[in-house]
């Protein structure tokens, strides 16, 4: 089985993303598959590729618009000009099988994520800590109101 790491970025955290991604890959000692829900990144893709590539790892970027349309759709604004920030709440939608990680794109990695992606979520999709998610989010996702979070 195969598990995921992914990212939600765009062109103004994209430099982040690649230093976050450069000391995720450096310490991993797995494969994983790379997922980057982008918003305008254009050109700055390639930087993303190359850090990829030096590990032998491919990344799937996956546009944010479909994100974007059900969060307009649910009146939900912008986060600091974009709905990249929201992008975790949709993780399900990308990873079927195997585990999947979010980190934020100006994460540092220090060690290999493998006890992570190894932890017992005893029957669960998804683990997650809690965030700054609010209730009112929550609800208008389609979310209980007291989640605090995906599980």
Not at 9 to 20: G, H, R
Not at 134 to 146: A, C, P, R, Y
């Amino acid at each position: 089985m195969v598990d995921h790491i992914l990212y939600a970025t765009d062109k103004n955290y994209c430099e982040l993303c690649a230093v976050s991604l450069y000391s995720l890959l450096s310490h991993l000692k797995g494969e994983v598959v790379i997922h980057i829900i982008e918003s305008s990144l254009e050109e700055r893709k390639d930087d993303l590729i190359r850090i990829a590539d030096e590990f032998n790892c491919k990344i799937d970027f996956i546009p944010i618009e479909d994100i974007s349309r059900r969060l307009v759709e649910a009146n939900i604004p912008p986060y600091r000009g974009g709905y990249s920030p929201y992008a975790r709440f949709f993780i399900s939608d990308y990873v079927s099988e195997g585990r999947g990680l979010y980190l934020d794109c100006d994460t540092i990695i220090k060690g290999d994520v493998s006890s992570i992606l190894n932890y017992d979520l005893k029957g669960s999709p998804l683990g997650a800590i809690i965030d700054q998610s609010t209730s009112l989010v929550n609800v208008l996702i389609g979310h209980k109101k007291e989640d605090m979070y995906l599980r």
